[in-house]
């Protein structure tokens, strides 16, 4: 049973825009988030993280908000750049369990 | 310079037989994990480790095998009873209370 669930597998975006990626959850024992990216052929890189104790993280041009009560984050990329082309994946984990519960992956392509 | 390191980059096996995938460490790490990528499945977990000498299966662990006999190793072994082996294999370690690095995979293909 997916417990991190990413819809709209594929985003594309003109670049200086706004990409929004979204992420729903069903476990409410998840209280820490995540977001990876990745290249083809390459492993994911941790991109920025949220704790269920905040509803807003910013990092440079990355920002995620988080929606407890709707089990719900979203991962906004603003201006969005062509470098950002990759698949995003979204994940949570619980307290004393090491695992992360990963999403499907959404796929961004940023057009020049 | 700190890293996981996954090899070969590429792998080609026959049908029927065994083969094993190497990832190591240098980052101290005491957690491993192991996890498949397929198009449109995301990351599967296969197996993992928290610590040497034990290990445990994760969602998809029928038809692969692993050790940790090391803490810088964990080598994953894909058998013969894995009917659909062909996919992308990604190394990662524990790299604090909620986050992983991972390794830069292996690409299995059966032909």
């Known amino acids: 049973d997916q417990q991190v669930k990413q819809n709209s597998p594929s985003l594309s975006v003109q670049e200086g825009r706004i990409s929004i990626l979204n992420c729903d959850y069903t476990n409410s024992m998840f209280d820490y988030f995540l977001w990876y990216k990745k290249y083809p052929a390459e492993g994911p890189t941790f991109l920025i993280s949220i704790s269920s104790i905040k509803d807003k993280n910013e990092d440079g041009r990355f920002t995620v908000f988080l929606n407890k009560s709707a089990k719900h984050l979203s991962l906004h990329i603003v201006p969005s750049q062509p470098g950002d082309s990759a698949v995003y994946f979204c994940?949570?984990?619980?307290?004393?369990?090491?695992?992360?519960?990963f999403g499907k992956g959404n796929q961004v392509v940023v057009i020049p | 310079d700190g890293g996981i390191t996954q090899s070969p980059k590429y792998l080609f096996r026959k049908e029927g037989q065994n083969v094993t995938l190497s990832c190591e460490q240098n980052l101290n790490h005491d957690a491993m994990y192991w996890y498949r990528q397929d198009p449109g499945q995301g990351l599967r977990l296969i197996y993992y480790s928290q610590i040497v000498n034990d290990f445990q299966k994760g969602d998809i662990a029928e038809g692969y095998s692993v050790s940790r006999e090391k803490k810088e190793s964990f080598p994953l072994t894909v058998t013969s009873a894995q009917k659909n082996p062909t996919a992308f294999y990604l190394c990662a370690t524990q790299t604090g209370p909620n986050g992983y690095t991972f390794g830069s995979g292996t690409r299995l293909t059966v032909v």
């Open positions: 994940a949570a984990s619980k307290r004393g369990n090491n695992r992360l519960a």
